[in-house]
């Protein structure tokens, strides 16, 4: 799901942002791992700020924690959506490419939840 | 109860072994109101940890607890990882560089345990978790002035009652609860493991 969301945003908006793909457990199980959620987000982070985008169940707690244990100037620069996974993770990808700040990055990807597909 | 850490590493193997034990029943319960991994998910977090501390034996219990946490959050894949990772983690923190434990760190531990995973799945109880089955239990050990075996097993007794009653209520945390009314009926998957894990503890205070 995570490796599909990435393919597609990729496609659309090209390499202008760094996405990693945070899923899954060192022996390609379905789930998540904190340490490995700790470790993608330092290897994006480069002083602006970093959007974590969970789906449900552990990946919130997970990138809680892989967030609590994350040190400064990281730590701060880092935050959790709490959005739908796909939509959210494309609007949060669009706003980045802008060159918009970790903050608005994190609200277009909020603002997606109630979105009306069909008219 | 001298509980140190040799005997603190082979406790947390026997909650291993009981684990993978009980593997398949565990996702047998999930299977019914999750996503049918539980078992599969602790059995493999416990194998991870099993091997972790094998050669810890001349490390404090309050950092062997500590590994056992870390290596479940990296390994167990599924929520209950972050949750019962929390706790370890929490747990030795609680109990700091001691070498040797008794009957009172046997409350300060669970009681942080039970606090980690309070906070970390933000859950209280009632809402069919892993809470229903600690929380009863830490207050069990709470009920009287001095801990001994004989209070150890009126708690193990009061989480086994913990499980049977989230076979009555409806799951609110969790992938249970898009299920609604119909996860009544059956038990919690999270609140059976913790109760398996405080029945393996039991067992090997009272071999010590």
């Known amino acids: 799901m995570a490796e599909g969301a990435k393919e597609i945003i990729t496609q659309m908006i090209g390499e202008k942002i760094k996405i990693e793909v945070a899923a899954g457990t060192a022996d390609n199980r379905l789930g998540t791992d904190a340490l490995l959620i ?12 970093v959007l974590v985008i969970p789906d449900l169940g552990s990946a919130v707690m997970s990138s809680e924690m892989a967030i609590e244990s994350l040190e400064e100037p990281a730590r701060s620069a880092t935050m959790m959506a709490d959005s739908p996974f796909f939509e959210g993770a494309i609007a949060a990808a669009m706003e980045a490419s802008f060159g918009k700040s970790i903050e608005e990055v994190k609200k277009a990807a909020e603002n997606t939840r109630g979105m009306k ?3 | 109860m001298a509980v140190n850490s040799a005997k603190l590493i082979e406790i947390l193997n026997l909650i291993a072994n009981d684990i993978h034990a009980n593997k398949d029943f565990l ?4 299977s019914a109101i999750g996503d049918a991994d539980h078992g599969i998910n602790m059995s493999k977090g416990f194998k991870a940890v099993t091997e972790k501390i094998a050669a810890m034996g001349d490390k404090d219990c309050g950092s062997i607890l500590k590994t056992v946490g870390m290596t479940l ?12 990772g929390t706790a370890f983690m929490r747990a030795g923190q609680a109990i700091g560089s001691k070498t040797e434990l008794g009957f009172e760190d046997l409350l300060v531990t669970l009681e942080a345990a039970l606090e980690g995973i309070k906070m970390r799945g933000k859950a209280v109880k009632g809402e069919k978790t892993i809470v229903d089955a600690l ?15 004989n209070l150890m097993e009126e708690a193990v007794k009061a989480a086994e ?7 009555g209520i409806i799951a609110k945390k969790g992938r249970a609860s898009y299920l609604g009314e119909r996860s009544i009926g059956h038990q919690d998957p999270g609140a059976t493991s913790c109760h398996i894990m405080l029945t393996a503890i039991l067992k090997g205070i009272k071999d010590s």
């Open chain 2, 27 to 30: 996702t047998e319960l999930d």
């Open chain 1, 117 to 119: 597909k069909i008219a």
């Open chain 2, 73 to 84: 959050v990296s390994t167990v894949g599924g929520a209950s990882g972050p949750l019962y």
């Open chain 2, 161 to 167: 009652a913990g499980v049977e009653y989230t076979k």
């Open chain 1, 38 to 49: 700790g470790q993608k987000v330092l290897e994006v982070f480069d002083g602006d700020g």
């Open chain 2, 135 to 149: 929380e009863p239990a830490v207050e069990a050990l709470k009920s009287s002035p001095t801990i001994d075996i």
